[in-house]
Nanobody, 124 residues
Framework: QVQLVESGGGLVQAGGSLKLSCAAS????????MGWFRQAPGKEREFVAT????????YYADSVKGRFTISRDNAKNTVHLQMNSLKPEDTTVYYC?????????????????WGQGTQVTVSS
């Protein structure tokens, strides 16, 4: 099985930056795309960003486009989410996920492994 562990969450002022990291362990021997999602209380888990196995292709939700950047280091089995110009509405729990495929995908159904989440709080 695969385990995903997020880190880097915390409290930041509006307009500030934060970098999330996700470390994968276990049976991570095949190619796969990775994604970041977030979920606020009472809301559906929302797509944020995805990156292909090669790292060449990325896709972002309109709400974070131009502010967030997803990247990966396959040699270290890690994926990152650099978050700039943070807004209070970005406050929620962020999750990383591993896809069953190597191509980018914004649908939750494409992802078969999920981390436990890391809290991001943006103050006014």
């Amino acid at each position: 099985q695969v385990q995903l562990v997020e880190s880097g969450g915390g409290l930041v002022q509006a307009g500030g930056s934060l970098k999330l990291s996700c470390a994968a362990s276990g049976r991570t021997f095949s190619s796969y795309a990775m994604g970041w999602f977030r979920q606020a209380p009472g809301k559906e888990r929302e797509f944020v960003a995805t990156i292909s196995w090669s790292g060449v292709s990325t896709y972002y939700a309109d709400s974070v486009k131009g502010r967030f950047t997803i990247s990966r280091d396959n040699a270290k089995n890690t994926v990152h989410l650099q978050m700039n110009s943070l807004k209070p509405e970005d406050t929620t729990v962020y999750y990383c996920a591993k896809s069953r495929d190597s191509v980018i995908n914004r649908l939750k159904s494409a992802y078969i492994y999920w981390g436990q989440g890391t809290q991001v709080t943006v103050s006014s």
